[in-house]
């Protein structure tokens, strides 16, 4: 877990509030759920064999006795608040986004952390294949707006519950034929095989070398709604790769599944990951509500985009001489917030010399300068710090003017 400071906060929230500008023209609005949901949720959510839930949740008793969990994941609680809240029965698909911290514990590594964050985007309601392009049309747009170039979108159909059930047949045959499986899959072939996709041992991988696909397995409905999404994504000019082998490391896939690695990740190359989920509502006692959206990785992301301007640009720092210009500068620094500019004061009585290379050091971009001599003339020096420029404003105009200045 890492603290988080500044200046990356600041780069956080820039992201952050283009998301936000993204997400509104796309039409999703925000939710923000609790960070602790009873352990069954996830269980039932996710899956009790995948990863998360076998080894990662950060599950306690509480002191009533309840089982509750760190939320791992937010697609379960989108899906779970939907339902509690009675959001079923408006018409139409329903579009939500949800930014915040997860936890999982995982081993740490670079771009793994048991404290990070995810930018979510969650749309109920509808099957369309039409929604699983605009969602990952979303996502693109997203990215491509913060600049992050080198991606590479990887795309897969995980098929509908009964596809599933002839391939989890095949495949199961495929394992059981094979010997040297991780003590891991070798359990996961006879409870949930499809989990044996994403066994992080580079052994088991190879084992894999052969293994039937989905894609094979499709019914003709779920073909057709693959081939549909697949025409869209060229019909926009997305790129994209078909990844046979992406499962994806939760159970409520069906249909759709994606994910999109960045390059310069390194081996936790995976940024955003998503796909559909219509029996996730289902199993959560709810209606059949068939459901898609994504999750981007914010520090995996913040890892990857290009580096940004200086954040204090357009600060005004106010260097008082003097008790009387003191008195003056504290209202003066008031009024510049007043009009929408970062004022800043030191309040300690330090010499002109100090408070100027404070200034400096804090990024200002002006100093207001403030001395008896400058109250006597109703005139404040005004110093461009990086220019090393004087000038003398009045005080009347001296917002005006520094606002002027600064926005130009
Ligand atoms: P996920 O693939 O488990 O999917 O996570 C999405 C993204 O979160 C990953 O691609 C990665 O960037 C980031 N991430 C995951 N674990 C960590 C970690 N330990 N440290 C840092 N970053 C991490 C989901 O969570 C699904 N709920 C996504 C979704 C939404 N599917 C449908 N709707």
């Given amino acids: 877990m890492r603290d988080l400071l500044p200046p990356d906060t600041e780069r956080w929230q820039q992201v952050e509030t283009l998301a936000r500008e993204v997400f509104r023209l796309y039409g999703y609005r925000e939710m923000r759920l609790p960070l602790l949901e009873r352990t069954e949720l996830f269980a039932r959510g996710i899956g009790a064999e995948t990863d998360i839930v076998a080894k990662e949740m ?36 329903k579009k939500y986004y949800l930014i915040g911290p997860m936890f999982r514990y995982e081993r740490p590594q670079k771009g793994r952390y048991r404290q990070f964050h995810q930018i979510n985007c969650e749309a109920l309601g509808s099957d369309a294949p039409e929604l699983d392009v605009e ?7 997203l990215l491509t707006r913060l600049g992050l170039a080198k991606v590479r979108l990887l ?26 499986w991780c003590p891991d899959c070798q359990r996961r072939r006879s409870v949930n095989a499809l989990r044996v996709f994403d066994c992080k041992s580079a052994h088991c991988q190879a084992l894999l070398e052969g293994a039937p696909t989905l894609r094979a397995s499709l019914c003709p409905e779920c073909h057709r709604h693959y081939q549909r999404v697949l025409s869209l994504l060229d019909c926009f000019q997305v790129a994209y790769e078909e990844q046979p082998r992406l499962v994806r490391g939760l159970d409520y896939y069906t249909r759709t599944a994606f994910e999109v690695q960045a390059v310069g990740l390194g081996a936790q190359d995976a940024v955003a990951g998503g796909g559909r989920y219509n029996g996730l509502a289902r199993e959560l006692g709810g ?19 290009p580096a940004p301007g200086p954040a204090t640009a357009g600060q005004v720092f106010i260097a008082t001489l003097g008790a009387a210009a003191k008195d ?17 004061m030191d309040f300690d009585d330090r010499s002109l010399k100090s408070q100027l290379s404070l200034a400096d050091r804090l990024g200002a971009a002006a100093a207001v300068i403030l001395g008896d001599q400058e109250l006597a003339d109703g005139q404040a020096q005004v110093r461009w710090l990086a220019a090393g420029r004087q000038e003398q404003v009045d005080f009347k105009d001296l917002a005006a003017h520094l606002q002027g200045r600064l926005r130009s």
């Fill in 328 to 344: 003056r500068g504290v209202v003066l620094l008031q009024e510049l917030r007043g009009q929408g500019l970062t004022a800043l």
């Fill in 155 to 180: 795309i897969n159909s995980l098929g509908c519950p009964r596809c599933q059930v002839d391939f989890k047949g095949e495949l199961k045959r495929f394992l059981f034929a094979k010997e040297g």
């Fill in 58 to 93: 950060y599950t306690f008793t509480d002191r009533h006795g309840d089982s509750v969990t760190l939320r791992p994941e937010a697609t379960a609680q989108v899906v779970r608040a939907f339902l509690e809240n009675g959001l079923a029965k408006s018409a139409g698909v």
């Fill in 287 to 305: 209606p059949d509500l068939p459901g898609i959206g994504f999750a981007i990785g914010q520090e995996r992301l913040m890892e990857v985009l």
């Fill in 135 to 141: 969602v990952i049309l979303l996502l693109v747009d």
